[in-house]
């Protein structure tokens, strides 16, 4: 059974003191992530003929290369950056810890089921790092990312830098402006926490 969002009926001004609450009460401490993500970034990006590849590799994809025809590393490209690299984390995430999480892959990005409790399951997403939770491809309604999540902000698409925050998103906080998927930074800063500094 789906948890109730802990911020059904709360009052707005509220939700930084719930979003600091669930922080602290979240099974695995978050600000593990942080660590974790950060030796994920160093062994994705280990060198910059990864990051050329990379761009290159999405060049032929906008230009015809059939997906089947991408290096082993690179598989799941033709998603896009945002949704390989999100995928990327989930999978060594549930590698370094198999007893708690056991990836899935959505539209948007990657899922962790946490395994002792799927109540605490986490929604990981990359967005662009321009203001709130940002994604290019549209989404059904029902497929939004909603509960606990997970966001790495890139700096660009093929950056290094990233910085995270984590917390509880509701369905009905996305909206679309402009073709893309957003919640609006007001929202984010309210019900999610910073787990890095902004990138300088």
Request: charged share 25%; glycine share 8%; net charge neutral.
């Amino acid at each position: 059974m789906a948890r109730k969002s802990p911020y059904e009926g709360q009052d707005r001004a509220e939700w930084p003191q719930i979003a600091a609450r669930l922080a602290a009460e979240y099974p695995f401490a978050v600000n593990g992530f942080l660590s974790t993500v950060d030796v994920v970034w160093a062994q994705t990006f280990q060198l910059d003929k990864f990051q050329k590849e990379l761009g290159d590799l999405e060049f032929a994809l906008d230009h015809g290369m059939k997906p089947a025809n991408l290096p082993k590393p690179f598989k799941g490209l033709e998603l896009g950056c945002h949704h390989f690299l999100a995928v990327a984390v989930a999978r060594e995430l549930s590698r370094l810890h198999p007893d708690l999480w056991r990836r899935e892959e959505a539209d948007w990005g990657a899922i962790l089921r946490f395994l002792p409790d799927g109540q605490y399951s986490l929604k990981i997403l990359v967005s662009d790092d321009s203001g709130g939770l940002q994604n290019a491809k549209g989404w059904a309604d029902e497929s939004r990312p909603s509960g606990y999540v997970l966001a790495i902000h890139l700096a660009s698409a093929q950056s290094k830098r990233f910085r995270l925050r984590w917390g509880w998103i509701d369905r009905n906080d996305w909206g679309v402006v402009a073709g893309r998927q957003i919640v609006p930074e007001a929202v984010a800063v309210a019900k999610m926490v910073w787990l890095s500094p902004p990138i300088s």
